[in-house]
């Protein structure tokens, strides 16, 4: 089990940069319906990368584990539009948190499939951590097709992963305190007269 983030922005509905398309809130509400990591569980990677090998630097850094959108004000061009956003959390393992605390790949690029399951629908397959985003504005949806059935898109903007304290774990502290005051009681006992 990793470390899990506070829910991020990790893109917005509009028109694309590079090659014309436009995302829909339709299609941010595609990938929300679809989203049950008991289905399927999108994996993190690094700059779309997904190694054969369980070794860095290209294996997993974590899951997807929930996903919602919300509508945002986003400024474009000096205006500020309101735009269906895509959230997401992770569970991160120790590979992701180290990035974040190095400020190394902060920005996120989802991976989606546009026939999830055979359903003609839109869904989340893979999240990657990216330095090189291809938006111009601020979380504005940039979407390069690097595979057959795949759509990559990022958000421009550094997300700074937060990351939720574990919560405390009640027996682990009781027995730290018990340790805590043996060790104690055994320094005066190995140092008490002898009768």
């Known amino acids: 089990m990793g470390t899990k983030s506070k829910f991020f922005r990790a893109f917005v509905a509009g028109n694309t940069i590079s090659d014309g398309r436009t995302i829909t809130p339709e299609m941010i509400g595609e990938i929300v319906k679809n989203f049950n990591v008991a289905t399927y569980t999108p994996r993190c990677n690094v700059e779309h990368v997904s190694g054969y090998s369980p070794e860095p630097p290209f294996n997993g850094y974590g899951s997807v584990i929930a996903v919602k959108s919300q509508i945002d004000d986003v400024e474009i061009g000096g205006k500020t539009e309101k735009r269906m956003a895509l959230y997401c959390q992770v569970d991160g393992n120790d590979q992701l948190v180290g990035l974040a605390d190095k400020d190394q790949k902060p920005f996120p690029s989802v991976e989606l499939t546009d026939n999830y399951a055979g359903t003609s629908t839109i869904g989340l397959i893979g999240l990657a951590f ?24 990022t958000a421009p903007e550094a997300t700074a992963l937060e990351f939720e304290a574990a919560p405390a774990d009640a027996k682990g502290i009781a027995d730290a305190i018990k340790g805590g005051f043996a060790a104690v009681a055994a320094m005066f006992t190995a140092n008490a007269p002898k009768e």
């Open 130 to 153: 990216t330095d090189r985003p291809a938006s111009i504005a601020t979380q504005a949806l940039q979407f390069s097709r690097h595979a057959p059935g795949s759509v990559f898109g």
